[in-house]
């Protein structure tokens, strides 16, 4: 098993910035991709961002390119996700997510709020 914190999320208005942190305890072998999530209130979650384990692979949602950047620390097991130039269409539950490969993600965590007022 893994698990998995998220901390760093708030209230921030438009064009701000915000930094979320994912702790992972456990089996952390297992974490080979490490992402963050989001779901909007009436909507789907959706992906937003994710890196392999040596951390030179990120992957990106269209829409964050080039505001949000993802990094991953292993000798902590932390993976965060830098934010900047927030739109209030960000605003959603962040969720960190754990897994063997891309896309096939295990283990999730209890999700952090993120707010972008206009």
């Known amino acids: 098993q893994v698990q998995l914190v998220e901390s760093g999320g708030g209230v921030v208005q438009a064009g701000g910035s915000l930094r979320l942190s994912c702790a992972a305890s456990?089996?952390?072998?297992?974490?080979?991709?490490m992402a963050w999530f989001r779901q909007a209130p009436g909507k789907e979650r959706e992906f937003v961002a994710a890196?392999?384990?040596?951390?030179?692979?990120?992957y990106y949602l269209n829409s964050v390119k080039g505001r949000f950047t993802i990094s991953r620390d292993n000798a902590e097991n932390t993976v965060v996700l830098q934010m900047n130039s927030l739109k209030p269409e960000d605003t959603a539950v962040y969720y960190c997510?754990?897994?063997?490969?891309?896309?096939?993600?295990?283990?999730w965590g209890q999700g952090t709020q993120v707010t972008v007022s206009s």
């Open positions: 890196i392999n384990w040596s951390g030179n692979i990120p």
């Open positions: 997510a754990a897994g063997k490969a891309h896309l096939s993600y295990d283990y």
């Open positions: 456990g089996r952390t072998f297992s974490t080979n991709f």
